[in-house]
T-cell receptor
Framework: GDSVTQMEGPVTLSEEAFLTINCTYTATGYPSLFWYVQYPGEGLQLLLKATKADDKGSNKGFEATYRKETTSFHLEKGSVQVSDSAVYFCALKTVDTGNQFYFGTGTSLTVIP | DGGITQSPKYLFRKEGQNVTLSCEQNLNHDAMYWYRQDPGQGLRLIYYSQIVNDFQKGDIAEGYSVSREKKESFPLTVTSAQKNPTAFYLC???????????????FGQGTRLTVV
């Protein structure tokens, strides 16, 4: 079945460091891919998405490229800030599975000054 | 403002009591979803609905029930049969375009249920 595998955390970085959070997927159809962010005690917010191969999603300095050949959608940011501390979820959705969303287990990021 | 509203934010119940969590959206979305989140874990799908008067079980439906009588509302009842109900519950909605999967989910702020 469809699934998402995320790099395990927690991840701790110093401010202005480079961030990569790995995400790979398994899907029977042609998925859309998403990154969500969750701050403590809140719901998830969409960070970025990509709907077809080679698309790059970007928002607030974060980027991820839909790589069909490696079934990956890694999240990157060139210079993290303390305010980026949160839990990040990778997710996919396909028509073949009735438009269900499949989420990874989340990666906790802490950025220290 | 358009959005998805969950209420209440915090809920306490005694063991053995049923409790209903509210989820309302004014985004005119067809699909709605309920997820459970436990500390340090990802989201697990409880139920989802793609259209009014229809819903499907997710991965952990046992001990839960839902209804979808109106497009904008998708309440979740946690019954006494749910063995470990204390958790953070998230409701989400999504446009359901025909023939495509590109639409994202919009989430509510969640309800933290504690059963004592």
């Amino acid at each position: 079945g469809d699934s998402v595998t995320q790099m395990e955390g927690p991840v701790t970085l110093s401010e202005e460091a480079f961030l990569t959070i790995n995400c790979t997927y398994t899907a029977t159809g042609y998925p859309s891919l998403f990154w969500y962010v969750q701050y403590p005690g809140e719901g998830l917010q969409l960070l970025l998405k990509a709907t077809k191969a080679d698309d790059k999603g970007s928002n607030k300095g974060f980027e991820a490229t839909y790589r069909k050949e490696t079934t990956s959608f890694h999240l990157e940011k060139g210079s993290v800030q303390v305010s980026d501390s949160a839990v990040y979820f990778c997710a996919l959705k396909t028509v073949d599975t009735g438009n269900q969303f499949y989420f990874g287990t989340g990666t906790s990021l802490t950025v220290i000054p | 403002d358009g959005g998805i509203t969950q209420s209440p934010k915090y809920l306490f119940r005694k063991e053995g009591q049923n409790v209903t969590l509210s989820c309302e959206q004014n985004l005119n979305h067809d699909a709605m979803y309920w997820y459970r989140q436990d500390p340090g874990q990802g989201l697990r799908l409880i139920y989802y609905s793609q259209i009014v008067n229809d819903f499907q079980k997710g991965d952990i439906a046992e001990g839960y029930s839902v209804s979808r009588e109106k497009k904008e509302s998708f309440p979740l009842t946690v019954t006494s049969a749910q063995k470990n109900p204390t958790a953070f519950y998230l409701c989400a909605s999504s446009i359901q375009p025909t023939g495509g999967s590109s639409s994202e989910a919009f989430f509510g702020q969640g309800t933290r249920l504690t059963v004592v």
